[in-house]
């Protein structure tokens, strides 16, 4: 049985899944090392039912960490060998970027790292409740169009999930370029019951923040880079 009732209908998924054709040895890593990391029992295929993942058992009892489109993994990897004591699920349904974290966790021997290749809220779905207890969303796709910022990581579809698995007092992350999206993130995020614990702009980024190539290739195009840090309500 669950302990919630998850969206079941269709969803429209806007972002994209293939890129530029992957090298030899990038798809050698998704044939030899995906199965090892993918975390089962996420997509409707496998887990029809939709039932409830066991948390306690996903690492061992350790506590829980959700990065929620992790780009080429860079920031992924480093948490996950800074922090061996957690254990962290990474989502992103881009083929490439899955690719290239791949090549990272085989480089680096990570092993405390799970990844669901494909879209976060089916993996909201069967996340049990107030499970997670920390969440990343670095550089997530700006979608600039006003008539596409519904698609939006930061609207209540998505926050109201990510709500439902954090835990109280559970810390969510947001770093991004684009100031349309700051605004958006400081009007959506506290609706879905978070508080904004700090506010930076550059070099004001987490102790523990790993400068990704997103925002590399945004300061060089002269943008300026944005650190939101919220906590769930109790």
């Known amino acids: 049985m669950t302990d919630h009732q998850p969206v079941t209908e269709r969803r429209n998924f806007y972002g994209r899944v293939h890129g530029k054709t992957l090298r030899a040895s990038q798809k050698g890593y998704l044939a030899e090392d995906l ?61 490439n970027g899955v690719a290239m974290l791949l090549g990272k966790i085989r480089a680096a021997g990570a092993e405390n790292l799970r990844i669901h290749p494909g879209d976060v809220r089916d993996l909201f779905d069967v996340l049990p409740t107030a499970s997670v207890a920390k969440c990343f969303l670095n550089y997530p ?5 006003a008539r596409h910022h519904r698609r939006r990581f930061v609207t209540q579809g998505y926050l109201g999930a990510l709500a439902r698995v954090m835990a109280p007092g559970a810390e ?46 945004a300061l060089r195009e002269g943008r300026s880079p944005h650190y939101l840090t919220f906590r769930r309500k109790g």
């Open 35 to 95: 199965g090892k990391v993918r975390l089962a029992g996420v997509t409707v295929e496998e887990n029809p039912s939709r039932a409830t993942l066991d948390g306690a058992a996903l690492f061992g009892g350790r506590p829980l960490w959700l990065e929620v489109g992790f780009g080429g993994g860079e920031h992924l990897v480093h948490m996950a060998a800074r922090y061996p004591e957690v254990g962290i699920i990474g989502c992103e349904p881009f083929v």
């Open 141 to 145: 796709d700006p979608w600039p169009k």
């Open 172 to 217: 969510f992350r947001v770093a991004t370029d684009i100031p349309d999206y700051v605004r958006q993130t400081l009007e959506e995020v506290p609706q879905a019951g978070f508080d904004l614990v700090a506010q930076a702009g550059p070099g004001g980024a987490w102790e523990d923040w790993l400068s990704t190539r997103y925002e590399q290739k």
